[in-house]
């Protein structure tokens, strides 16, 4: 072909003029909105279509934040809104405002987004001061009372955490099954309108003798396709444009830009053709047709099919009963069993028929039921909330909530198998029970929210694609914009046609939306499926990182063994638990996680032959004994500035365990524990079976591999498919991708990674066996231990290697006469390493020395650790009176959300 100078001088400055124009627009500078003040809170109202407006919103530190979220629109991309620094997740209904209420936040920014990662906005607070983090409130509920705070001081709102999210999970499914029927509807109309003219045009194509004249006339394709345009593409426009005016494009605005230049094109050759040159005189109305039709139909695939992702939470809250047996005349049956033990010392059969007896007990509903109220649960119905058994024995099925198969035995009798859990079942039996937890304080509820939390928070390996994602939609403009001027300046005849189709493709074919979802799909299903395998992951990172442990760390008393005191004990305020006994599952996960290179470590308080004794019979590699009550921690930082490989976790199950459970890269909770170990936790094992934590790493591996399939399978089809609708492959092929190829491309690619997001609600998360890797140890060797290298000094900690047998463990003896150094003082000895906390958010607090007074001690109120009053004493003010910490990590916690710790 002849080239004209003129017309590829005038394309590459129309292209490089439209670049610049482009780059200015979505990447300038944004005007700000701010709150405003009112009732001691400030407010600001954000609306969502097509996108967040304003986008930026500055409020003042220290006042509480309320955020009016009116949502004008519908469908899948922004029905929630998750601020993920947080930890909050709200929905937001379709067509309705949603409140949600914030703490009094620190200086900095805090970004949110949709629920598809694709909706950005960001909360900027601004000024100084304390602006101390209060408690998080979720969508509708009320004031602060009720409020707690995790260890990480992320605040919860109890409210929120059983019947709100599970009513919120109702309207969410009641808006996908009314989303589902629209799109249903539109697909069918779009389909009958669009085939006559996308068959018509496919066979002239074949031969044009087999369509008569007047089916590809392009008035009459006009006339079929203008209400596909405008009516069945409705969803699409009205998100796609208002997202372009927010300068937050997404996929909805590539597909409205594509189809709406295709439209009027061939618009334009009916109405005048010829403004067109000769050769360019094609309509394209059923590409239009196509493409609108086909991005309906993956949009209702993709709505379908998300209803898996979160299956696994969906059946956790399907679990909680609705109604309970609840006694009519408590105190009459509480005499009669009173009576029953003074005859036999057990609950004779006249008084469990005093219960059992139908009048005895009348049908209400779950959500009136009180704590003490005594409730009747018979054989083969499932416990309507959390409570103790009074009276009766039972074999009640646990699995949905610890994982395990095994019936546990209860009774009044039973001690610690005496309490109950709501929503597992009574398989044999019959028990009278006491409420002690009732709505959102359940079991249940507190491991719906957990997950639910989970779900709001990012893996790190989402940065990348969340920093692609930014800059994707500006990109493919640009991308189509030079791919217009390159084939008009020195594309083929007919030139503008070509053009045309070429860049409309890359338009249409771009998948912006594969790069967000390609993680939270995985993390939403990962967290419900460890959820209904009593596997509880507090983020997202969490999640991510426990695949690549390298040492895990058991405490011993309650963790390995059973905690059982022995019974003859001549000093009760120091119990001996020389033949405490060992878990069952204990000896199994430390052997499989040392098939798997995996390093284990010991901690006990015990004598070095007691401990050496538990360890080798568990197959511990190390352990270290005679541990101060205060040294955990320092032991953990210890095996993390050692030589190693991999991240170092910790499992625990107490008070004393909370310091070294926030100091690990990863700790693991145990959850018949305390409360204060859970909240300083990363994971929860719902069972006290330690096989919960190969069960973590496997979960961590699949969801890993997920998301990993996830990522590849959205940047390698940006990759390969934006290049090949440019018109690539035409130099050697002489082939152009057709708009209607590109349009079933795109929307069949987030269907593709929401069906694999799903494969891992069928995992079988294995107990037994970790994927076998290579030996991690440190220093060369899987037995050796952080202080076995070189000669211990004065105070410092020795090996004895006269305990260690041929097969045995290395043994550690703690023979420190104070915390020298590490985190058990609050001195960090590596600088280099990256703690959980963030030490910026302690710039409000002021650490400094106490004056020291000999003798006295005090409480620390992160983790209840009694501490020395003195000159080396790690303390923090707030409001004019002095806390001392067990070290800098109870410290920081604790500088996160004082009031919270003060008020347990």
Not at 266 to 295: D, H, K, Q
Not at 297 to 306: W, Y
Not at 849 to 866: F, I, Y
Request: proline share 5%; net charge negative.
């Amino acid at each position: 072909m002849e080239l004209n100078i003129f017309t590829i001088a005038a394309s590459l400055i129309g292209a490089a003029l439209l670049t610049w124009l482009i780059v200015r627009f979505f990447f300038g500078t944004r005007a700000s909105a701010h709150g405003e003040m009112g009732d001691g809170e400030q407010r600001a109202t954000i609306t969502v279509k097509g996108g967040y407006s304003p986008d930026v919103v500055t409020m003042r530190t220290g006042v509480p934040i309320v955020l009016d979220f009116d949502r004008q629109e519908t469908g899948e991309c922004t029905s929630h809104v998750v601020f993920g620094d947080l930890g909050l997740d709200a929905m937001l209904p379709g067509n309705a405002a949603t409140e949600v209420r914030l703490p009094a936040l620190k200086a900095g920014d805090y970004p949110f987004a949709c629920g598809m990662n694709m909706v950005h906005g960001l909360l900027r607070v601004e000024g100084e001061g304390d602006g101390s983090l209060g408690p998080v409130a979720s969508p509708g509920t009320g004031g602060d009372d009720d409020r707690t705070a995790d260890a990480d001081g992320t605040h919860r709102s109890p409210a929120a955490t059983g019947a709100d999210f599970a009513a919120a999970q109702e309207r969410e499914a009641e808006e996908r099954r009314a989303e589902i029927a629209h799109l249903t509807k539109l697909v069918a109309l779009g389909t009958v309108l669009t085939l006559p003219v996308f068959v018509g045009m496919m066979l002239h194509m074949i031969d044009h003798m087999l369509v008569p004249a007047w089916l590809i006339n392009p008035w009459l394709q006009a006339v079929l396709i203008t209400p596909v345009m405008f009516y069945c593409g409705a969803p699409i426009h009205h998100v796609g444009f208002p997202a372009l005016r927010h300068r937050a494009p997404d996929m909805n605005s590539l597909v409205s830009l594509g189809t709406s230049a295709a439209y009027l094109y061939s618009l334009l050759v009916c109405v005048a053709p010829w403004l067109l040159p000769e050769g360019s005189r094609e309509p394209y109305f059923e590409s239009v047709g196509v493409v609108i039709t086909l991005v309906l139909v993956g949009r209702l695939l993709e709505t379908k099919a998300r209803e898996g992702t979160g299956r696994a939470v969906q059946a956790l809250i399907g679990l909680r009963p609705r109604t309970a047996h609840r006694l009519v005349d408590p105190e009459t049956v509480r005499l009669a069993l009173d009576a029953a033990r003074e005859r036999s010392g057990d609950t004779a059969d006249g008084a469990q028929s005093a219960w059992l007896d139908p009048h005895a007990y009348a049908d209400v509903d779950i959500d009136d039921v009180k704590p003490d109220d005594l409730i009747v649960v018979k054989a083969g119905e499932r416990i309507p909330t959390d409570g103790a058994v009074v009276a009766g024995e039972a074999e009640v099925d646990e699995s949905m909530i610890t994982g395990e198969s095994q019936p546990v035995r209860k009774s009044a009798q039973s001690g610690a198998d005496a309490t109950l859990t709501g929503a597992t079942i009574v398989l044999k039996g019959n028990l009278l029970m006491r409420a002690t937890q009732v709505g959102g304080d359940t079991v249940l509820s507190q491991i719906v929210a957990m997950v639910a939390r989970a779900q709001a928070t990012k893996a790190p390996v989402q940065r990348l694609a969340d920093s692609i994602a930014r800059v994707f939609v500006p990109a493919v403009f640009i991308v189509a914009v030079w791919t217009f001027a390159v084939w008009f300046a020195i594309g083929p005849q007919p030139a503008l046609a070509h053009a045309l189709v070429t860049a409309v493709s890359v338009l249409i074919i771009a998948c912006p939306c594969a790069l967000g979802l390609a993680t939270p799909l995985s993390v939403t299903a990962a967290t419900g499926v460890g959820a209904t395998n009593g596997v509880l992951v507090t983020s997202a990172k969490a999640l991510e990182n426990a695949r690549r442990i390298g040492t895990v760390v058991f405490d011993k008393t309650g963790t390995i063994t059973r905690g059982v005191a022995d019974a003859d004990s001549t000093d009760w305020s120091r119990p001996s638990y020389e033949r405490d006994p060992i878990k069952p599952g204990s000896k199994e996960a430390v052997a499989a996680l040392r098939d798997a290179g995996i390093r284990t470590v010991m901690l006990s308080g015990d004598k070095a032959d007691v401990a050496e004794h538990i360890a080798a019979r568990v197959g511990i590699d190390t352990v270290i004994a005679q541990v101060k009550p205060d040294g955990k921690a320092y032991w953990i930082e210890r095996l993390q500035r050692e030589p190693h490989d991999g991240l170092v976790a910790m499992v625990g199950d107490g008070i004393n365990d909370a310091p070294a459970l926030a100091q690990a890269d990863l700790g693991l909770a145990i959850g018949t524990g305390t409360d204060v170990a859970m909240r300083s936790a990363d994971v929860t094992l719902m069972s006290g079976d330690l096989r919960g934590v190969i069960r973590t790493i496997n979960l961590s591996q699949a969801t890993m591999r997920n998301i990993r399939q996830n990522l590849g399978w959205a940047f390698g089809y940006n990759v390969i498919g934006i290049p090949i609708a440019a018109g690539v492959l035409y130099p050697f092929t002489g082939w152009l991708l057709s708009p209607m190829i590109a349009g079933l491309a795109m929307a069949l690619s987030s269907v593709c990674l929401v069906l694999n997001a799903n494969r891992l609600n069928l995992v079988k998360v294995n107990g037994d066996t970790v994927a076998r890797r290579g030996r991690i140890a440190a220093q060369g060797s899987g037995n050796d231990a952080p202080a076995a290298s070189g000669s211990p000094h004065q105070g410092e900690p020795s090996a004895r290697d006269g305990l260690r047998g041929s097969d045995g463990p290395r043994v550690i003896i703690d023979e420190r006469t104070s915390l020298a150094t590490g985190a058990g003082d609050g001195h960090n000895t590596s600088p280099s390493h990256n703690h959980k906390e963030n030490t910026m958010e302690m710039n409000h607090m002021h650490m400094h020395h106490a004056a020291p007074t000999d003798g006295e001690t005090a409480t620390d109120p992160v983790c209840g650790m009694t501490v020395a009053v003195n000159a080396d004493a790690i303390t923090r003010e707030y409001e004019g009176k002095t806390y001392y910490f067990c070290g800098e990590h109870c410290a920081k916690n604790f500088a996160k959300a004082p009031q919270i710790f003060l008020e347990q």
